[in-house]
């Protein structure tokens, strides 16, 4: 079973920045796109930000110039480089992992923007 580990949330006044990392227990080029989700209370999952294998990138409209993500092969591991936060980017940030078969899932970490 993969295991992905998520590191690097905390409490931030807005503007500030926060860089997740999501490292798997797997090879990273086990999987053909990771990314981040986030859980913000009484609303749905949501995508914030993907790369696939190829360093092709998608991001949500909403963090689209404050938020990159990339990946790092040498220390097998994912980064989401959040700038410009604001109080609505509080939230429980989700590491997600997909390969053909299966779609694996962080134990999430909290990110708290305050204004």
């Known amino acids: 079973q993969v295991q992905l580990v998520e590191s690097g949330g905390g409490l931030v006044q807005a503007g500030g920045s926060l860089r997740l990392s999501c490292t798997p227990s797997?090879?990273?080029?086990?999987?053909?796109?990771m990314g981040w989700y986030r859980q913000a209370p009484g609303k749905q999952r949501e995508l914030v930000a993907a790369?696939?294998?190829?360093?092709?990138?998608n991001y949500a409209d909403s963090v689209k110039g404050r938020f990159t993500i990339s990946r790092d092969n040498a220390k097998n591991a994912v980064h989401l480089q959040m700038n410009s936060l604001k109080p609505e980017d509080t939230a429980v940030y989700y590491c997600?992992?997909?390969?053909?078969?299966?779609?694996?899932w962080g134990q999430g970490t909290q990110v708290t923007v305050s204004s």
């Open positions: 797997a090879n990273i080029f086990s999987f053909y796109t």
């Open positions: 790369i696939t294998s190829g360093d092709s990138t």
């Open positions: 997600n992992a997909i390969t053909v078969r299966n779609h694996y």
